[in-house]
């Protein structure tokens, strides 16, 4: 016997009972992104594995460890993505939607893809919500980013659960002057730092900062800090950002040791973190990338832009009890017909009823089945009425109208006046 199939570890079927949950959520984002007008942008899911190793990095944990890539059958070799400013930079560009200055803002949601130890809140394939920003170099457009997050946790009831943690990482140049004094400081101290740190220390200092180990945390704390060595046009950058979110009352607290895994990072990075799902505790992070595009072939384009992983949020909006109530019933009427006749009749009626009310949730029972049959799964359905048709209804035609939930006895309906009847009773979405 062959053995069973199975989904890839750390690659989820999310289930209907989930879905509700997941387009709520996405539903929430897109109509808050929609409002402060950025555009959704789809891009594939896979690329040319040479854009991710220019774009993040050689030196980071995705590219040296966590990439899903393979070669075609020409012999290209080709990556699943494991995030979405590289390829959204690189269909801007293809596309030339930001030259001359053209100002981009821009969403978008899916799947990414990154070979990690599976664990709660930690996935092979996971899903994200992120937003690039061209063209634009102010801290006006980093704060509108925090706000816009701000309010989402509002919308969801997440404010109490989260904390927004900021850091400025400074131009290029002052991050070359920072990491020359923290390579001098740490390679004093380099016996006493972990492996990984040391490593880290020759190809990528600043991911030292990032590090859980404890001994290496307690070194860090005399370790010199970028606050000191960054230039005035960046420390104003940063005033200016402090300062909008003081004007709407966004908490924040400021991390000198937030550096954000990728490498293209200048300026502002900020993460908000949750300590309601253990490890995995950041649910949105981001910053600003002004030296990106040119980076990748472009002209010099100020970025901007974060990402959110969806499976976190979700997971948090079950852990603290913030799944509204109204997900959980999907059907708002059942429809139950006895017979042939008044099958025929009922679906007749059926599709009337969805033109006059397009939003109502109708359910029509398939199958046949005896009375008990039908309205057991009229029950099941989670419905909040029961629509009954047969020989007798169909005479007269009327239906019977039974509240499922509840009180109130049972009534005949006449089919013309239905569709109105319904609208009194059912709370249309
Ligand atoms: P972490 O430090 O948790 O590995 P990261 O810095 O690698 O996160 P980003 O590349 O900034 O993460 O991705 C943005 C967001 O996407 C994260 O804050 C998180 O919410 C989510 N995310 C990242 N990797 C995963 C994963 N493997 N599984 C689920 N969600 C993820
Ligand atoms: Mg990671």
Redesign the pocket.
């Known amino acids: 016997m062959s053995k069973s199939l199975q989904a890839i570890r750390?690659m989820n079927d999310i289930l209907p009972e989930q879905t509700p949950l997941w387009r709520y959520f996405e539903g929430t984002v897109a109509r808050l992104l929609d409002n402060y007008g950025y555009r959704q942008i789809r891009m594939p899911i896979v690329e040319f594995t040479e854009l991710f190793k220019r774009s993040i990095g050689e030196v980071t944990?995705?590219v040296e460890k966590e990439m899903y890539t393979f070669d075609d059958r020409n012999g290209d070799s080709l990556t699943l993505r494991?995030?979405g400013t590289a390829a959204c930079v690189r269909a801007v560009l293809e596309h030339g939607i930001t030259g001359g200055g053209q100002v981009q803002k821009l969403w978008y949601v899916g799947p990414?893809f990154?070979h990690?130890r599976p664990q709660k809140?930690?996935?092979?394939q996971?899903?994200?919500i992120?937003l690039e920003v061209f063209n634009l170099e102010g801290p006006d457009i980093d704060a509108e980013l925090i706000v816009m997050t701000w309010r989402l946790w509002g919308e969801l009831g997440l404010r109490d659960a989260v904390k927004l943690e900021l850091n400025s990482l400074g131009t290029s140049e002052s991050r070359g002057r920072y990491r020359e004094a923290l390579v001098e400081f740490l390679s004093a101290h380099i016996d006493k730092l972990d492996e990984d740190s040391q490593r880290r220390l020759k190809t990528n200092p600043l991911r030292v900062l990032d590090t859980k180990n404890a001994e290496t945390q307690a070194i860090l704390v005399d370790a010199p800090k970028m606050a000191d060595y960054l230039d005035d046009e960046s420390r104003a950058h940063f005033e200016g950002l402090k300062a909008r979110l003081d004007a709407v009352g966004i908490p924040y607290v400021i991390n000198p040791k937030l550096v954000?895994?990728?490498d293209y990072y200048s300026k502002t990075v900020f993460?908000w973190v949750t300590d309601k799902l253990g490890a995995?505790?950041?649910?949105?992070?981001?910053g600003r990338y002004d030296g990106l595009v040119e980076q990748m072939g472009g002209k010099p384009t100020p970025g901007v832009g974060?990402?959110?992983?969806?499976?976190?949020?979700v997971l948090m909006l079950e852990a603290l009890e913030k799944v509204p109530e109204e997900l959980s019933r999907q059907v708002d009427v059942y429809l139950c017909a006895f017979g042939e006749a008044a099958e025929l009749a009922a679906l007749a009626l059926s599709e009337r009823v969805r033109d006059q009310l397009p939003n109502l949730r109708l359910q029509i029972n398939a199958g046949a089945g005896s009375f008990k049959s039908q309205f057991k799964k009229a029950d099941k359905s989670g419905a909040l009425y029961a629509l009954i048709l047969g020989d007798d209804e169909l005479a007269q035609q009327v239906v019977g109208f039974k509240p499922l939930r509840g009180q109130g006895e049972q009534q005949s309906i006449a089919w013309d006046a239905l569709a109105a009847h319904l609208a009194t009773c059912v709370v249309q979405g």
């Open positions: 750390g944990d995705i494991p995030e990414m990154r990690e809140g930690r996935y092979r996971f899903h994200q992120g954000r895994g990728l993460e995995q505790g950041t649910v949105c992070a981001g974060f990402a959110m992983g969806i499976e976190r949020l």
